[in-house]
């Protein structure tokens, strides 16, 4: 599958020209820049999908020579390409690699890199598209964003061909308010046709397929809906702890980390309403409102849509890890969640009283995030006679990663002379029928930004209406610290609290215990 092109790619250079590009990394010397961005352009360019008048800029505050530069993004390559470094091709992209080194608030710097773009304008003999790609610490955005504004860099020119566009990594503000700020900030100097919000989890293969499953299908419509569904639960566990990233982590937690954005957008394109066309704003209006329709949650003690945890030292793949408390850079009066179930309801006629459980982890058992939609039994069960037979609920589940992949699971007869039945599952995977080596989701963001196609990315008002929910739960949090936050042992699937909040309510999560 190396060389062959992949089915993802078939029509897409032929309908989906880019524009003359200039990409300028901010945070250039940092860990997703080597892991995820760099690697990503090479492959776009291995793909033949970038314009043959493209440049990228690295720019940090480290000071780096342009050849020191390149032979890091070589190493880069080399360990994180989803393919293999392919000498004809790197020469292309390293010569089209320089670097540039300021300090994020100081406006000269911006205006050396505006010369810099000038001279390579001029030396493509055209008007380059100036893509912003703002990969750094949070406490920089704001100032990156002015000073973009202030030189001449962020030029206005929106629903042109070489507007500029700015691309901003997470975390999106670490609250309503820090979130309303920045959208400000962004909108004094870009129009929100400019703008482009990351979530990594809408560049997946199996998130974008969940629309084409549910509304290019006739058979799921019908009973996507409170007549047919019991609940759904979004589960995003990772096996990993915080690692080297404690700093960050810390001042995090998983409800800001995971939840507010990754989680929030599977349950927005799980449960909205079947946008007008496929227009970008028609789809991110479906799924401001989903969003917005999600009743606030309720915080009581006896009565909580929420539950926080943090991992405890255990097992994982047979080995010991420390406790979250024992991570370095971890403080010991850390009252910081590496845990968070939410139980949400959506207040509309589709979901009226199915509840949306969802959860994501850190040192869980398995590294697994899906989407299970679990149905109703059959109105009239006639296999319900005196607990005789083992009947199961159907459910859907959308592996979202890894095995990426749709599962049904059916009731089924015991082939045999007697009526005995068993629950059997009904596979589809996407590397059997697609093949392996897909393209990252980087590389689908970063190409969907220089064509400027926002379906993927996400609005301010989007993000402002998942911070509304959660605010009340991290002001909660922040009022009662250790109070109530739990412990699982890393290697579990997490606290006890979480499995009773489901069966309040009669259910149990797909994997628990
Ligand atoms: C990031 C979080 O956004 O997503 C990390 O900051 C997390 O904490 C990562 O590990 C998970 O992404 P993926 O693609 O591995 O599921």
Redesign the pocket.
């Known amino acids: 599958m190396e060389d062959s092109r992949h089915p993802f790619l078939e029509g897409l250079s032929k309908h989906r020209g880019v524009a003359p590009a200039v990409v300028v990394i901010f945070g250039a010397s940092g860990d997703l820049t080597a892991r995820k961005l760099v690697p990503a352009i090479y492959n776009l360019s291995v793909d033949n999908l970038l314009p043959n008048e493209f440049h990228l800029i690295g720019f940090g505050r480290k000071s780096i020579p342009d050849e020191a530069f390149r032979a890091s993004m070589e190493d880069a390559i080399k360990q994180h390409s989803r393919r293999t470094l392919r000498g004809e091709i790197w020469q292309r992209v390293r010569a089209e690699m320089s670097y540039t080194s300021s300090d994020y608030a100081d406006l000269k710097g911006y205006e050396e890199l505006a010369k810099k773009i000038d001279a390579l304008e001029a030396s493509f003999g055209r008007p380059l598209q100036r893509i912003f790609y703002i990969s750094t610490p949070p406490n920089v955005f704001e100032p990156i964003i002015e000073c973009l504004g202030k030189s001449r860099l962020a030029k206005t020119n929106h629903g042109t061909q070489t507007a500029s566009k700015v691309i901003i990594e997470?975390p999106f503000g670490r609250d309503l308010k820090s979130a309303q700020r920045l959208n400000r900030v962004i909108n004094q100097v870009f129009d929100e046709s400019q703008v482009f919000r990351i979530d990594?989890?809408l560049g997946k293969e199996t998130v974008q397929d969940l629309l084409v499953q549910r509304f290019a299908n006739a058979i799921f419509e019908p009973i996507w809906n409170h007549n047919y569904v019991e609940c759904v639960q979004i589960t995003?566990a990772?096996k990993?702890g915080v690692g080297s990233r404690g700093g960050y982590?810390d001042g995090s937690g998983a409800l800001r980390?995971?939840i507010q954005n990754?989680t929030m957008q599977l349950v927005a394109l799980t449960a909205m309403e079947a946008p007008k066309s496929l227009d970008p704003e028609s789809i991110r209006d479906e799924k401001v409102k989903v969003i917005q329709a999600i009743q606030p949650l309720k915080l009581g003690v006896d009565q909580s849509d929420v539950v926080r945890a943090r991992y405890a030292s255990g097992l994982i793949d047979g080995k010991e890890v420390a406790a979250y408390l024992d991570e370095e850079g971890i403080p010991k009066d850390s009252f910081t969640e590496t845990y968070a179930a939410l139980r949400l309801k959506i207040d509309n006629a589709r979901w009226k009283n199915v509840p949306f459980y969802i959860r994501s982890g850190k040192r869980m058992a398995r590294r697994t995030?899906e989407i299970a939609i679990r149905f109703k039994r059959p109105p009239v069960n006639l296999f319900s006679e005196g607990g005789r037979f083992n009947v199961t609920d159907n459910t859907m589940v959308i592996q979202i990663?890894p095995n990426e992949g749709i599962t049904l699971v059916m009731n089924s007869k015991i082939p045999g002379l007697e009526t005995r039945m068993q629950p059997v599952k009904m596979h589809f995977r996407y590397a059997t029928t697609f093949g392996s080596n897909t393209p990252e989701a980087y590389e689908r963001l970063i190409l969907d930004a220089m064509i400027g196609d926002g379906t993927l990315f996400i609005r301010g008002d989007e993000t402002e209406a998942s911070w509304k929910l959660i605010d009340p739960v991290l002001q909660h949090w922040e009022a009662t610290k250790c109070d109530g936050l739990e412990l699982y042992p890393s290697g579990s699937w997490g606290p006890k609290s979480s499995d009773a909040m489901l069966n309040e309510k009669g259910h149990e999560w797909r994997h628990s215990g």
Do not use: I
């Open positions: 997470k990594h989890y995003v990772e990993l982590y980390d995971m990754h995030s990663q």
